[in-house]
């Protein structure tokens, strides 16, 4: 299988695009420790005509009880955000964030999801910059879009059930996108409990990148990711994380390496963790 035509655009690809008109800039930085910072960054300086995308509020929807900390944006939501943004079918959407696209691989993922198309700016903000291109600060305003009825394919996702009955019959491999002191339960900053769903191979997010914070060449992807899977089939992978978030950089950094679809867990970790009876494994 062969990498997809476009996944990835570089700063000054995107700032012909940008300039012509064909497409929308969408902005994701986003702390999970300081909610806020990630919008007032945006303030102080993005890219000139980009929108906010605001992880808790356009890209997620409230939790509860029984969720993730992030759980998926319903339908109408997600369209209402990509209205604000003056989205349209005509346009492409390009999503950033600091450096990683940690953040940002989120919202690419559920313009897959809601069959809609984007691509992430390689090497994030940070590439902008080093490229010489100016930034512009403030608010960016814009008259909505008609956004067309979005509907969602059940098929790029896994849901806790699935993992469950995969436990005792092996049909799917987890690939968990967290740290590797998270991952193991030595540390754990964000849930109430430690650890990871038993079975899951540990693929920090990270590992992706190439030291400019640019995604490595798919070739290198491509023999990372079959060494980790060890001869299993990569239409067996569901990916997961914390909160279902950078789980989509691994699934887009798959894409990318030319192995095809793979499947989210989206409520990850901290929805496992919500049913004390669902198991728990430690260590590496």
Request: charged share 20%.
């Amino acid at each position: 299988m062969s990498a997809p035509a476009e996944l990835l655009v570089a700063p000054e690809r995107l700032k012909r695009l940008l300039a012509s008109g064909s497409c929308v800039a969408a902005d994701c930085r986003y702390d999970l420790g300081k909610p806020g910072a990630g919008r007032q960054s945006f303030l102080g300086g993005h890219i000139p005509g980009a929108h906010y995308a605001d992880l808790g509020s356009d890209l997620s929807s409230p939790v509860t009880s029984t969720s993730g900390r992030h759980p998926l944006p319903s339908p109408a939501a997600f369209a209402d955000f990509l209205s604000r943004i003056a989205w349209t079918r005509k346009v492409l959407l390009v999503a950033y964030d600091e450096r990683n696209n940690a953040i940002a691989a989120r919202l690419w993922w559920l313009m897959r999801y809601f069959g809609c198309a984007a691509v992430l700016l390689d090497g994030g903000l940070e590439a902008w910059t080093r490229a010489g291109l100016t930034l512009e600060a403030g608010s960016t305003s814009c008259a909505p879009t008609a956004v067309p009825r979005l509907q969602p394919d059940a098929s790029l996702t896994a849901v806790a059930a699935d993992i469950v009955s995969s436990l005792a019959r092996p049909s799917l491999t987890l690939v968990d996108a967290r740290a590797p002191e998270r991952f193991s339960g030595d540390v754990e900053p964000l849930d109430t409990r430690a650890g990871h769903i038993p079975g899951a191979l540990n693929r920090p997010l990270g590992l992706n990148l190439d030291s400019s914070g640019c995604f490595k060449a798919p070739a290198g992807l491509k023999q990372e990711f079959e060494a980790l899977l060890n001869h299993r089939s990569p239409a067996s992978v569901v990916h997961s994380c914390g909160s279902g978030v950078t789980a989509c950089h691994n699934r887009f950094a798959m894409e990318l390496a030319g192995l095809g679809t793979t499947r989210v867990y989206p409520g990850s970790w901290s929805e496992w963790i919500r049913d004390p009876l669902r198991p728990i494994e430690t260590g590496r």
